[in-house]
């Protein structure tokens, strides 16, 4: 398929959600792009809340947007967990009455819900629905992570309201088309390198959980990630709002 020949008629959306502590402060971010050339970015912030339910905002919050607009979508998002449920899951929680494969309540109901009803009110399969590598150099998953990020940090975004022309970021270069990962449930979980905190200015390094969950739990304004690698350090710091340089106090 030439998704690039869709943009002549095709709404262009990127959405993207982050969270520091997952469940902690969020946000998300979306830019809509219409076929006759004019950009609109979108964001806001997240209480208490988790990663998933931002991936799942800014969707909700882009497709809101053109609710009014029923040309066809071509919507990229980083989040398996957004296209698998929209376009495999939902269906099986609706006829469960909104229970998954287990019996157990589906996470995130009334996200899905809003999603599902806004999904429903367009045409059908009016939205292309495509997988986007998050940090692979994309323009539009890159601008639509910074805005998220500075939104869970609460830093100021100026969020972008004009003519393509004068739009400073690529969208129009779409990412290869890349199929979904495939799911591994019985593969054993990765152990993380590190979980990070942040208190009263102070970050510390913690080599298990529950460390880090005695220093966190119950203070006001803690942040607290888990970091797979040791890169990913540095991009919570930066999540935070903080300095790559940032010392990291071993706890």
């Excluded at 520091?20 to 964001?43: F, K, M, Q, Y």
Aim: hydrophobic letters at 35%.
């Amino acid at each position: 398929m030439d998704l690039t020949n869709l943009l002549r008629d095709h709404i262009l959306i990127y959405t993207d959600g982050a969270c520091s502590g997952n469940p902690g402060p969020g946000g998300w971010g979306a830019i809509v792009a219409t076929p006759e050339g004019h950009v609109r970015e979108l964001g806001d912030q997240g209480f208490d809340t988790t990663n998933n339910r931002m991936e799942l905002a800014g969707v909700i919050h882009a497709l809101k947007f053109i609710k009014d607009d029923p040309r066809p979508v071509l919507l990229y998002t980083d989040s398996t967990y957004v296209i698998r449920g929209i376009t495999q899951w939902i269906f099986g929680w609706r006829r469960r009455g909104w229970k998954n494969a287990e019996g157990q309540a589906v996470l995130n109901r009334e996200h899905w819900e809003e999603l599902d009803l806004l999904v429903r009110g367009r045409a059908k399969d009016s939205i292309n629905w495509q997988y986007c590598r998050g940090h692979r150099g994309t323009p539009g998953n890159e601008r639509c992570d910074v805005i998220a990020v500075k939104m869970s940090a609460r830093q100021r975004v100026d969020l972008y309201d004009g003519p393509l022309t004068r739009y400073p970021h690529a969208i129009h270069d779409l990412p290869p088309y890349e199929a979904l990962p495939e799911m591994r449930p019985n593969e054993p979980k990765k152990a993380a390198h590190s979980y990070l905190s942040l208190l009263d200015g102070k970050v510390l390094r913690h080599r298990d959980w529950s460390s880090c969950e005695r220093r966190v739990k119950g203070r006001a304004g803690a942040k607290f990630k888990k970091a797979m690698a040791a890169d990913d350090e540095t991009e919570i710091l930066k999540g935070w709002g903080l300095s790559a340089t940032t010392s990291i106090h071993e706890d």
